[in-house]
């Protein structure tokens, strides 16, 4: 069974400046792990086929007005029969002229309720991409991810071959890094992945013979990013005589992380190769193959 991810409801409305209406006291942390949204205009009505409580629903112009024309009898009925099966969590994006029914039956039924001023389109796309980043599938690689004429190239390589060296190098021609040693990647979308460090290491870089490296202090803020699309895989290994190297360009190579096929292109080095120069060709023609 794949392993199910959580955020904090708390990271969210921070996130996402949520004023908070009501929010249960409980000591234990309310976690969302559906990245899915839900717009309860049936459940109003009182239809509940596919509702799903573990999803965050957010209410808008269109539910409210409807909600509006209701006599009071009907309104507490919807509201309580729609609350009363524990949502996750409401998110409002309009003004409601009865906010205090609504605030009591949020509490009686512990339903977190927050408040929005962005429009409910620009906080459905805010939600739903912050959802989609924090409950993505997740893997961690050993590997260097630098930013390269704006491709996100992941260096892979038996440890001392020369990835953080390379990556130094890259950093003095004005390309940026993401992530050296570990590289944590999460599948955002079915064919896209995107790379960043674990924060105890952000920005940092280990150099045998050196020690660890903050590149933002040395090299400037405009040196690093806290994340990257991965557009290209470069495996780096030691020359080997016996080994056949493509030559020609002609031979696709694709690696497989977390279910999406990444181009990879696989270079050899022997002492003497310039690997920036090389990475930076590789990176350039990536994107040109893509335009």
């Given at each position: 069974m794949p392993h199910q991810y959580t955020v904090?409801?708390?990271k969210l409305i921070k996130d996402l400046n949520l004023q908070i209406l009501y929010y249960p006291k409980t000591e234990e942390e309310i976690l969302v792990s559906h990245a899915e949204l839900m717009r309860p205009g049936l459940a109003f009505t009182g239809f509940f086929q596919g509702f799903v409580p573990a999803r965050i629903n957010m209410i808008g112009r269109t539910e409210l007005a409807y909600l509006e024309t209701l006599p009071p009898h009907l309104l507490?009925?919807?509201?309580?029969?729609?609350?009363?099966?524990?949502?996750?969590a409401v998110i409002i994006?309009?003004?409601?002229?009865?906010?205090?029914?609504?605030?009591e039956l949020a509490e009686k039924y512990c339903v977190p309720l927050m408040q929005s001023p962005e429009n409910t389109t620009h906080m459905a796309a805010q939600l739903n991409a912050k959802l989609s980043l924090e409950l993505a599938p997740r893997t961690t690689v050993h590997g260097v991810l630098m930013e390269i004429y704006g491709e996100g190239v992941l260096l892979t390589g038996d440890s001392g071959v020369g990835k953080s060296e390379t990556a130094l190098e890259l950093l003095k021609r004005g390309h940026r890094l993401i992530a050296d040693d570990a590289v944590e990647i999460r599948k955002v979308s079915t064919n896209s992945l995107v790379g960043?460090?674990?924060?105890?290491?952000?920005?940092?870089?280990?150099?045998?013979?050196?020690?660890?490296v903050n590149v933002a202090k040395l090299?400037?803020?405009g040196a690093v990013r806290t994340e990257n699309e991965i557009n290209l895989i470069v495996n780096i290994v030691p020359w080997n005589t016996q080994e056949?190297?493509?030559?020609?360009?002609?031979?696709?190579?694709?690696?497989?992380?977390?279910?999406?096929?990444?181009?990879?292109?696989?270079?050899?080095?022997?002492?003497?190769r310039n690997l920036a120069m090389i990475l930076e060709v590789a990176a350039m023609n990536n994107r040109q193959k893509k335009l």
């Open positions: 904090p409801l708390k507490r009925q919807s509201l309580e029969g729609f609350l009363s099966r524990s949502p996750k994006t309009q003004d409601f002229s009865f906010r205090p029914l609504f605030l960043t460090a674990p924060e105890l290491i952000r920005n940092y870089i280990e150099l045998r013979g050196i020690g660890i090299f400037g803020m056949v190297y493509d030559r020609l360009g002609l031979e696709e190579q694709y690696m497989e992380l977390l279910g999406v096929k990444v181009p990879m292109n696989t270079i050899p080095i022997t002492p003497g």
